[in-house]
């Protein structure tokens, strides 16, 4: 269950990728189309998925959505594509993180590595917050609205966290972007969409939030 | 001189009809009026004078007759003046021997030889109409008829008609005004369509139902609207499919000189060196697709948000390994495309990383209406003939030249340019007090 699964149908980037990342000390493996991916994923879960956009056969976005499906595992857009709309478009279908080709091995890792801390509990842990009828309980890794379990992703629950440790505080998107992704400098976009699909899990009416609210021209906070 | 506008040639055309055919018909319209009252009234003063004529005759029959009881007899308004001459003397009601004094001796003479006239006259300064009616040899009767009443009556009418063919000129220049506006008002619509699209809006049409009369117009500005955006929308596509292709190899590059780069030891010397070139050369290709795509996309219109511009520096020199204590300037925000401005910030401060020995200082403010940042360097400054191309896209200062520089693309400054001129702004380069470099970029709408 450790290991990094590379999808991708450029084998020369594959195969590359596959060396560098092995270099960095992950167990790498690659897959040439989202079938092949999706089927290791349910066989021999890797703990992490890259994968690129344009893929033959189902595309990354439809690939991300089905990983999504069955469980949180982190999942790295690295794509050639780089406007708005496919970045929008991957991170809302489930992605965690979206790397613009070519990627340096440094950078890349990097990532991975942010993305396995966000796994683990907080360092300060507590046994609950509660704002309102939403419920965290950072040390189970629980969240519940109005008595329901809500399943979070890991980046969504850190994300979570983040804000819930700060209440009524506002956090900025670069704030946010440091301690969720460990990002010195990234895009403000990772946070909006992670904020929109957190906001439709936890929120009654994710157009007109309760809890997660924006704070123009400053970033996010949490409330009751 | 400024070339007067559409607008101002029509407005100045309906006028001038309006004065031309307006004067005329007055002009006309006071001729005739003028002729027939003048020709009533002579004829009244005809008739008149020899009703008088008659009863002034009946009055002579006996020897001696008192000519001023007989003329005083006479039922005459005060504008009538009737006068006797009798044997070459003068008679009238009152003693107003001016009167005789002005008619004409054509007339004198014809009315002692015995024929009835008439003529138009000037009496005491005013106008008038002489009848003279032979009575017998010796004898002339002669009625002046003032005409002054009616003179007032035609300067009446002259005023009134002068002022209909202002008004009527008023009119035509507000109908050339209205018209024009009218006319204009699709073209307005034009006008604000261009703006959308310029604004980014392609979806911006015209409808050619609106306006049949300028279908033509609506059309063809449609077509090339259509064209435009398709050509756009082309351009954008190949700037996508060019990254897209150009980024894939260079993925496989970067990967696997990062796989030669961890195995440097266990290379002998000349492999190590031909790996660190090519990591070295992966990198800078890597810098350069990214300037070459951020170029072609620059010329889309600035994105503009609020921006705190002194966090994106204090961002971009921590990232660099710079003191923030260098930044001087406000902490407000500004009205301005983030991604731009700081990537103009990173490449003025990595431009002077690279050759200024590293930004001096990097300073915020608002000048003039304008935003402006300054970045102060202390290397050998930027040389004359340099300044001029320097923010050239694939230009290298001398300095760079120099140096055998091969780090930098080439296009880092020509992207400062493109950003700031995205914000209607401009940037240039001056020489800094005490040696170095100046770069400043001018960015206007900075309020208050």
Request: aromatic residues 4%; charged residues 30%; proline residues 4%.
């Amino acid at each position: 269950m450790t290991g990094v699964l590379v999808i991708e149908d450029d084998d020369r980037i594959r195969l590359s990728l596959v060396l560098a990342l092995e270099d960095e000390g992950y167990a790498a493996r690659g897959a040439a189309t989202a079938e092949d991916g999706l089927r290791q994923q349910r066989h021999d879960p890797a703990e992490t998925v890259l994968v690129d956009l344009m893929l033959p056969g189902i595309d990354g976005f439809e690939c991300i959505r089905q990983l999504r499906r069955d469980d949180d595992v982190p999942i790295v857009v690295v794509s050639a594509r780089d406007d708005t709309h496919d970045i929008v478009a991957a991170l809302e279908a489930g992605a965690d993180d979206y790397l613009v080709k070519p990627v340096a091995v440094k950078e890349l890792s990097a990532r991975l590595r942010a993305l396995r801390r966000r796994g683990r509990a907080m360092a300060d842990p507590v046994p609950s917050l509660v704002f309102g009828d939403l419920v965290i309980r950072p040390e189970a890794g629980e969240v519940t609205v109005r008595g329901r379990p809500v399943a979070l992703t890991r980046t969504e629950f850190r994300l979570l966290c983040e804000l819930a440790e700060h209440p009524g505080r506002v956090l900025s998107r670069q704030q946010l972007l440091r301690r969720v992704w460990e990002y010195e400098v990234g895009d403000d976009r990772l946070v909006d969409v992670h904020v929109g699909r957190l906001r439709q899990k936890i929120e009654e009416d994710s157009s007109a939030p309760r809890h997660l609210v924006t704070v123009r021209g400053l970033g996010y906070k949490l409330q009751r | 001189m400024r070339p007067v506008g559409l607008r101002g040639r029509v407005i100045a055309g309906f006028a001038a009809g309006a004065l031309a055919l307006s004067a005329s018909m007055a002009l006309v319209s006071y001729q005739l009026i003028r002729g027939s009252l003048l020709a009533e009234r002579e004829r009244t003063a005809v008739r008149a004078a020899y009703f008088n004529a008659t009863v002034v005759n009946a009055g002579l029959i006996g020897d001696e007759p008192d000519m001023v009881e007989i003329l005083r007899s006479l039922d005459t308004g005060s504008d009538r003046r009737p006068v006797l001459r009798r044997a070459g003397i003068w008679y009238a009601r009152s003693a107003d021997s001016g009167v005789t004094a002005s008619i004409p001796d054509p007339l004198l003479r014809m009315a002692e030889a015995g024929t009835p006239g008439k003529q138009r006259i000037r009496a005491d300064g005013q106008p008038a109409v002489v009848v003279a009616v032979p009575l017998s040899d010796s004898t002339v009767f002669y009625q002046i008829d003032s005409l002054q009443e009616l003179e007032r009556t035609f300067q009446t009418l002259a005023a009134v008609l002068t002022l209909v063919a202002a008004m009527t000129t008023g009119a035509g220049a507000a109908l050339g005004w209205y018209a024009t506006g009218y006319v204009l008002r699709p073209l307005r619509s034009v006008a604000s369509a261009a703006q959308e699209i310029t604004a980014g809006d392609l979806s911006a049409r015209l409808d050619p139902a609106s306006e049949p009369d300028l279908v033509q117009l609506t059309t063809s500005f449609n077509h090339m609207v259509d064209q435009l955006a398709r050509r756009m929308e082309r351009d954008r596509r190949f700037a996508a499919d060019v990254s897209h292709e150009l980024r894939s190899p260079l993925q496989t590059l970067a990967a696997a000189a990062s796989v030669l780069g961890r195995r440097r030891e266990r290379l002998d010397d000349r492999t190590a060196m031909a790996a660190d070139l090519v990591t070295g050369e992966v990198a800078r290709f890597q810098a350069l697709v990214d300037d070459l795509l951020e170029l072609a996309r620059s010329d889309q219109p600035a994105d503009r948000r609020p921006v705190r511009v002194s966090e994106l520096a204090r961002r971009v020199c921590r990232t660099r390994g710079i003191s923030d204590q260098i930044i001087d300037g406000e902490d407000g925000t500004w009205l301005v495309d983030e991604h731009r401005i700081e990537q103009l910030l990173a490449n003025l401060v990595d431009n002077a990383l690279r050759y200024g020995g590293g930004p001096t200082a990097i300073r915020l403010g608002c000048q003039e209406g304008a935003h402006y940042i300054e970045v102060d360097d202390e290397g050998p400054g930027v040389s004359p003939e340099d300044k001029e191309v320097i923010f050239d896209r694939f230009v290298r200062g001398r300095t760079a030249r120099a140096r055998g520089d091969v780090d930098g693309t080439g296009l880092g400054l020509a992207l400062v340019a493109e950003h700031a001129s995205a914000h209607g702004g401009r940037a240039t380069v001056h020489d800094r007090p005490g040696g170095g470099a100046r770069f400043r970029i001018e960015l206007p709408g900075c309020g208050r």
